[in-house]
């Protein structure tokens, strides 16, 4: 059967976003990657589109000396594409662009941090929210916020305070249950949970977000978001790329820790979780903690039947020779780390009993793709069988995060011609085509979230515990036991053990594609 694929018209549009108020942003690690690539030019952004007061200024806080100039041309740098566009606001932008450094273990240091910013509170008229953001390794986000606490910048003794004074903290949140629960311990007898947002950039992507929307603003969709009517659901996460420059801390993270204990968790949560009473923040968060919770434990024995791993080896991809995990740099030759990483998920509750998730990351795949996929029942009775149409294809709806944003449902359609002439037809769209404007940075949004004190896409701390709770026995077995670890060629797209995983099922994974 042949697939069509028609044009979508552009949409109605409901859109009212608000700027955040007075705002002073201290960047722990102001002078690293994470802060050029992506927290300058989202916070540029927002300023170029008006999201961000006036009232404004970033203190970037680092162990290496610079100067407020040095930092503004930095930040200019980091601004630098979107910058020609708005020369004008780059200017202001920058100038707004502060710096301090100092050891994040010396008390002294916060003592100097505490003056700063009242200084360019004064400075920049700024009577309103203080956000603290690590930009740092996660061995010193005990450390910093202990000393923010201890310099009085926390500010949560009254209600009104803690309104202000917000932390953000970057994945990852522990490295197991256990640090995961001294970290929370330490943090949380300095800022109440009411004031901490731990970031996860994936809830910040477009098409994540409109999961809610898409399940929830709609009449046709939620009525058959249920075991009746799904056959089964897919998330891929998938990688063309190595591990990068990030070996050493890939090498002590792997792809379950890296991906499966936030990221696809979250994505999965959202995807099944039941309605909330409403869109406030702790009404959809606490939902998504109940979905949590109704996964079952992952079996042990078999493995091959529940949870597979696999690492890289030599390949090609794009055309190119490309190394082996264990020849990459830095990482050690007895590696025992996962790049590639396959479950079966089964959640019991009443609405999803008995249907799998089929979930999988990996790295140097065929191709960058993120996608959600939903495949619905096959109709019960086919009245087809006479033109050879004895089984017709599922209807599957495809949630496409990366690299393009977008959304397609497959259906079966009369096509011109003979009576029998059917075909599949793949109603799709992408947010850019149809919008017409370029997709903003998930971190500007995530952004603008925290300063608006909007803490809906940003994990609350159960979630995080109950993530541990569900991979921690498996990251346990796999450094206790011989459990196999599959290699894969760079380039393609599973291995026999992944797939035997959903094929003994009857199913067969996606194609991971390039869109």
Not at 189 to 206: A, M, P, T, V
Not at 297 to 304: T, V
Not at 339 to 355: E, M, S, Y
Not at 454 to 472: C, G, H, I, M, P
């Amino acid at each position: 059967m042949e697939t069509i694929t028609p044009k979508v018209g552009r949409m109605d549009i409901v859109c009212a976003e608000q700027p955040a108020g007075p705002t002073a942003l201290v960047v722990f690690g102001a002078s690293g990657d994470l802060t050029k690539r992506k927290l300058l030019p989202s916070l540029f952004d927002l300023y170029r589109r008006e999201l961000v007061s006036e009232q404004f200024y970033i203190l970037g806080c680092g162990r290496t000396h610079m100067s407020d100039e040095q930092f503004a041309r930095f930040s200019a740098d980091a601004i630098a594409k979107d910058a020609a566009k708005a020369a004008g606001q780059a200017k202001n932008f920058t100038q707004k662009c502060h710096f301090i450094s100092g050891d994040y273990g010396d008390a002294k240091f916060y003592e100097g941090l505490k003056k700063r910013i009242e200084e360019l509170n004064e400075q920049h008229k700024v009577d309103g929210n203080l956000i603290f953001y690590l930009s740092v390794p996660p061995f010193l986000y005990p450390v910093i916020a202990e000393h923010l606490g201890g310099a009085g910048l926390a500010c949560h003794e009254t209600k009104e305070d803690r309104q202000k004074a917000r932390l953000i903290i970057e994945k990852p949140f522990g490295h197991d249950l256990e640090s995961a629960q001294r970290l929370n311990v330490v943090v949380s007898k300095c800022f109440d949970e009411s004031q901490l947002y731990r970031i996860d950039h994936y809830l910040g992507k477009e098409t994540v977000q409109n999961i809610l929307m898409f399940r929830f603003a709609n009449a046709i969709f939620e009525p058959i978001w249920n075991r009746n009517y799904i056959d089964h659901v897919q998330i891929t996460i998938a990688e063309s790329v190595g591990v990068e420059y990030r070996a050493g801390y890939y090498d002590k993270s792997g792809a379950l820790r890296d991906i499966f204990q936030n990221h696809m968790l979250q994505m999965l949560a959202l995807v099944a979780m039941e309605p909330p009473t409403s869109f406030e923040a702790d009404r959809v968060r606490d939902e998504k903690i109940k979905l949590l919770r109704s996964i079952r434990p992952i079996k042990f024995e078999p493995w091959s039947t529940q949870i597979v791993r696999g690492r890289y080896a030599a390949g090609r991809i794009d055309g190119k020779d490309v190394c082996g995990y264990l020849q990459e740099e830095s990482v050690p030759d007895d590696s025992q780390t996962e790049t590639f990483v396959a479950a079966k998920l089964l959640v019991d509750n009443w609405r999803w009993r008995g249907i799998p998730f089929y979930v999988r990351s990996g790295k140097r795949l065929a191709a960058k793709n993120t996608e959600i996929v939903i495949t619905f029942r096959h109709v019960p009775h086919s009245m087809f069988v006479s033109a050879g149409l004895e089984e017709l294809p599922p209807n599957v709806l495809t949630l496409q995060i990366q690299p393009q944003e977008g959304m397609s449902l497959q259906f079966q359609a009369k096509r011109p011609g003979s009576k029998m002439c059917m075909g599949t037809l793949d109603m799709r769209f992408n947010y850019a085509d149809v919008f017409g404007v370029q997709m903003p940075e998930a971190y500007a949004r995530l952004l603008l979230d925290a300063m608006l004190g909007d803490q809906t896409l940003f994990n609350r701390y159960d979630s995080v515990e109950t993530a541990w709770k569900l991979f921690d026995p498996v990251l346990r077995q796999w450094q206790d036991s011989d459990t196999p670890l599959y290699d894969y060629p760079a380039g393609a797209e599973s291995f026999p053990a992944a797939d035997n995983l959903i094929e003994s099922d009857g199913r067969k994974w996606r194609t991971i594609r390039n869109v």
